[in-house]
Structures are given as C-alpha cells and as structure tokens.
Antibody, heavy 119, light 110 residues
Framework: EVQLVESGGGLVQPGGSLRLSCSASGFTFSNYAMHWVRQAPGKGLEYVSAISRDGDKTYYPDSLKGRFTISRDNSKNTLYLQMSSLRGDDTALYYC????????????WGQGTLVTVYS | QSALTQPASVSGSPGQSITISCTGTSSDIGNFKYVSWYQQHPGKVPKLMIYNVSDRPSGVSNRFSGSKSGSTASLTISGLQAEDEADYYCNSFATSRTWVFGGGTKLTVL
C-alpha cells in the first residue's frame, strides 16, 4: 500500500524558514519523480515544485524560485522542501505527490502538512 | 506561468450532463497532451479522474470523460449523480517544464 506522510509543518513568523519532509513507502521511491503541491485554506491547488527520480533536476514556478528548494534522499525514501523568507501567502496545506510517468501523477496523495505563517 | 482558467461554478440536475472548461495557452494545454483533472470533496485529498487529456484511471467511472481542442481542455460528466458534487481542478504540463493548475470549479448537483 502506498503511503505518503508529510511532516515538518507548523507556525512560523514572516521571514522565517521551515523544512518539510515526506516519507514514502509502498512503492519504489527512486523510480518516481516527486512533486509538492499546496492548498491555502479555502483556496485551490497550487503547484510548488518537482524533482526528477535521481534528484538531478528540479523545477519551480517563477513565483517561488529562489525561496523554495526541493530535494530528496532515495536511500531514506524521503522528499524534502526547504522553504525560506516565508510570507503570509505561503500559509497552506502542503502535499507530496509521486509521478511514475510524465503524463500521469496524482494517483496518490499524502494527507498534507499545514504551514501557517503569522505575524 | 499563469493559472489555467476555469469557471468558478457549474451546476446540473441528477441525470444531466455538464462540461467544465479549462482554458490555457500555447505554452501549456495548447502544446501538450498532458492534461489532468482532479476531483476534491470537502476535507478530502484530490483524486485523479482524467490524465493525458482523456485517459481514465482504473476505478473511475466512465461517466467522466476528457477532451481538448486547441488550448482548451474539457471535463464532461454524464448521468450526473449527487456524489459528483465536489471541486474540480484541471492541470497541464507547460513549456517551462513545470505544471500549472486551474483555479478550480465548484460543481453543484441541484
């Protein structure tokens, strides 16, 4: 059974940093590209980042480049998201999502970890 | 990368068919066959309903179908049922090699 457990969320002040983790099991982690997707309270889904299977390629929307860094440790079956210079509009539930093939992802989602940026 | 454009809401009566549109540009929907649709019920995680424009994962009802014309993708739900009431999001691969979501559409079954 595929399991994705996100952790590391919490309360942080504007300008602060957080590192999210996603522990994966039930599938061969190193065979999957991985994504982070977020959802602000009461809002829609927003694409955050992606990383290739071996971690040598990373992707970000222009709006998040420079503040967020995605990484992975295939030996630990774990995905990470380092977030810095956090702002109020980063408040959201952050999901990790595996992708086996280019055109198909989203079959499995974790329950998410909540990041709240407050002042 | 701008968000894809979806109607904020659509509605239909049980048994009817509805279509949700998702408009992008030549940098995303218009250039790739990698369009997906997700269903999200309140308090739940998203569920993949359609991928590669029109493919259905196993277990998804054949009442759900997808299509694309130019830079606009569409999700059609036929034989509308009460359980279909949810938020629906489209998603497309883009030339920037990232993905972009639509703003979401709330489907109400009357």
């Amino acid at each position: 059974e595929v399991q994705l457990v996100e952790s590391g969320g919490g309360l942080v002040q504007p300008g602060g940093s957080l590192r999210l983790s996603c522990s994966a099991s039930g599938f061969t982690f190193s065979n999957y590209a991985m994504h982070w997707v977020r959802q602000a309270p009461g809002k829609g889904l927003e694409y955050v980042s992606a990383i290739s299977r071996d971690g040598d390629k990373t992707y970000y929307p222009d709006s998040l480049k420079g503040r967020f860094t995605i990484s992975r440790d295939n030996s630990k079956n774990t995905l990470y998201l380092q977030m810095s210079s956090l702002r109020g509009d980063d408040t959201a539930l952050y999901y990790c999502v595996p992708q086996k093939d280019l055109g198909r992802w989203g079959d499995y989602w974790g329950q998410g970890t909540l990041v709240t940026v407050y002042s | 990368q701008s968000a894809l454009t979806q109607p904020a809401s659509v509605s239909g009566s049980p048994g009817q068919s509805i279509t949700i549109s998702c408009t992008g540009t030549s940098s995303d929907i218009g250039n790739f066959k990698y369009v997906s649709w997700y269903q999200q019920h309140p308090g739940k995680v998203p569920k993949l309903m359609i991928y590669n424009v029109s493919d259905r994962p196993s277990g998804v009802s054949n009442r759900f179908s997808g299509s694309k014309s130019g830079s606009t993708a569409s999700l059609t739900i036929s034989g509308l049922q009460a359980e279909d009431e949810a938020d629906y999001y489209c998603n497309s691969f883009a030339t920037s090699r990232t993905w972009v979501f639509g703003g979401g559409t709330k489907l109400t079954v009357l």
